[in-house]
């Protein structure tokens, strides 16, 4: 099983950025997906979270209209588009995959090695 996130970097203030997280080893499309960020000296937050059919999807209220999470299942990717990117949203960002949709961080089974994001000017 792996999860590759690619995408992250240093971006400005106001920029954008969109990441991608490639899945192989078990079947994508029956799996809930999420982002996750990590800040340092902070705990890890769910950002985002994605149904198997992409049909249902949540957000953390810091990120509500800004990103936007979304999937190809016949890729095998689940990507995160951050839009109006704030110093606030600094973090390792990481995938994850679930059986369920938006649930408990204990139930996610598989997750990315994260890549980093770095907003600043």
């Known amino acids: 099983v792996q999860l590759v996130e690619s995408g992250g970097g240093l971006v400005q203030p106001g920029g954008s950025l969109r990441l991608s997280c490639a899945a192989s080893g078990f079947t994508f499309s029956n799996y809930g997906m999420s982002w996750y960020r990590q800040a340092p000296g902070k705990e890890r937050e769910l950002v985002a979270a994605?149904?198997?059919?992409?049909?249902?999807?949540n957000y953390a209220d810091s990120v509500k209209g800004r990103f936007t999470i979304s999937r190809d299942n016949a890729k095998h990717t689940v990507y995160l588009q951050m839009n109006n990117l704030k110093p606030e949203d600094t973090a390792v960002y990481y995938c994850?995959?679930?059986?369920?949709?938006?649930?408990?961080?204990?139930?996610?089974?598989?997750w990315g090695q994260g890549t980093q994001v770095t907003v600043s000017s």
């Open positions: 994605i149904s198997s059919g992409g049909g249902n999807t």
């Open positions: 994850a995959a679930s059986p369920h949709y938006y649930t408990e961080f204990s139930e996610y089974e598989y």
